[in-house]
Nanobody
Framework: VQLQASGGGLVQAGGSLRLSCVSS????????MGWYRQAQGKQRELVAT???????NYAASVKGRFTVSTDNAKNAMYLQMNSLKPEDTAVYYC??????????WGQGTLVTVSS
């Protein structure tokens, strides 16, 4: 399974970006997908997750500003990021977990928010 993340870039504070993650795997084997981020010098942290039943979970720092969604027809997951802050600057990774517990990571896409 390969995950292809895209959509990162440079944006001013207060702006928006939409990240995409396309999976080559079998959508019927997916249990959960999620977005994580890693800022320079910090540990990777959870941003948002979405389950096969469309249940979502967000980090407190992004709740109300970020929205995770999926498109089953395209085998894709998205992260709509609004009201971006400089502290949102990080490499964003998508993650997929199958029903069997296998975990796959995408290659990451860099988001830079300037003040």
């Amino acid at each position: 399974v390969q995950l292809q993340a895209s959509g990162g870039g440079l944006v001013q504070a207060g702006g928006s970006l939409r990240l995409s993650c396309v999976s080559s795997g079998n959508i019927f084997e997916i249990n959960q997908m999620g977005w994580y981020r890693q800022a320079q010098g910090k540990q990777r942290e959870l941003v948002a997750t979405v389950t096969v039943g469309s249940s979502t979970n967000y980090a407190a720092s992004v709740k109300g500003r970020f929205t995770v969604s999926t498109d089953n027809a395209k085998n894709a997951m998205y992260l709509q990021m609004n009201s971006l802050k400089p502290e949102d600057t990080a490499v964003y990774y998508c993650k997929q977990m199958t029903m069997g517990g296998r975990v796959y990571w995408g290659q990451g896409t860099l988001v830079t928010v300037s003040s």
